[in-house]
T-cell receptor, first 114, second 114 residues
C-alpha cells in the first residue's frame, strides 16, 4: 500500500515563527501536493510539485513556500506564521498521467498558530 | 465564481434510500472527474472516477457525468449508516503551465439516518 507520511499530527506555533511541514511518500510518485482544509472552504491547493526541484503555485500560495530536493519528500514552509494560517494541512501524492489518477493523502497536520 | 461547486448540506437520508449528491464545475475543458469520501477526522479517499458522459456504476455507487451541462453527480443506493461522511467532488484541470492539478469542491456532508 502507498504510504504518505506527514511528520506531525498536531502542531502549535507562535505568530512570526518559521514553520516546516514535512511529507514523505514511499511509492516513487512524481506528483506531490499540499492542500489546506478549512470548514466551509473545502480543500484548497497551496503548492504542487511534478518533479524534483520543480514546483508550481496552486490557488492560495501567499505566505507559503515549498521545497522538493528529493523525489519522496515535499516540504511546506510558512515563512512567518500568522493566525490565519491555522488550519488542517494535507499532503498528497500521485503518479504522473496514465489512468491511475488517484491521490493518496497523508493523515494531515492540524496546525494552530497562536 | 468557484471552479467546483457543491451544496454543503447537511443532507440527511433514511437508511436504505438513495442519496444523491451534486456538483457543477466551471472549466468546460475539464476531462476527469472524481468523488472522494472523507470520514470525520480522516483523510479523503477516492471512491469513484468518471471520464465520459453517462453513468458509471461500482457496487452501490453510480457516478453520472453531463459535460454539456458541466454537471457531475454521485448516487448511493441502499444507503447505510457507514456512508455518513463528507463527499468531495474533484475536477482535474491544467494549470497555467500545463501541469495537472485537482480542484476540490467544498464537500457535501451526508448523514444516513437509521
Amino acid at each position: 500500500d502507498v504510504k504518505v507520511t506527514q511528520s506531525s499530527r498536531y502542531l502549535v506555533k507562535r505568530t512570526g515563527e518559521k514553520v516546516f511541514l514535512e511529507c514523505v511518500q514511499d511509492m516513487d510518485h512524481e506528483n506531490m501536493f499540499w492542500y489546506r482544509q478549512d470548514p466551509g472552504l473545502g480543500l484548497r491547493l497551496i503548492y504542487f510539485s511534478y518533479d524534483v526541484k520543480m514546483k508550481e503555485k496552486g490557488d492560495i500560495p501567499e505566505g507559503y513556500s515549498v521545497s522538493r530536493e528529493k523525489k519522496e519528500r515535499f516540504s511546506l514552509i510558512l515563512e512567518s506564521a500568522s493566525t490565519n494560517q491555522t488550519s488542517m494541512y494535507l499532503c498528497a501524492s500521485s503518479p504522473r498521467g496514465g489512468t491511475n489518477e488517484k491521490l493518496f493523502f497523508g493523515s494531515g497536520t492540524q496546525l494552530s498558530v497562536l | 465564481q468557484k471552479e467546483v461547486e457543491q451544496n454543503s448540506g447537511p443532507l440527511s437520508v433514511p437508511e436504505g434510500a438513495i442519496a444523491s449528491l451534486n456538483c457543477t464545475y466551471s472549466d468546460r475543458g475539464s476531462q476527469s472527474f472524481f468523488w472522494y469520501r472523507q470520514y470525520s477526522g480522516k483523510s479523503p479517499e477516492l471512491i469513484m472516477s468518471i471520464y465520459s458522459n453517462g453513468d458509471k456504476e461500482d457496487g452501490r455507487f453510480t457516478a453520472q457525468l453531463n459535460k454539456a451541462s458541466q454537471y457531475v453527480s454521485l448516487l448511493i443506493r441502499d444507503s447505510q449508516p457507514s456512508d455518513s461522511a463528507t463527499y468531495l467532488c474533484a475536477v482535474k484541470a491544467l494549470s497555467n503551465f500545463g501541469n495537472e492539478k485537482l480542484t476540490f469542491g467544498t464537500g457535501t456532508r451526508l448523514t444516513i439516518i437509521p
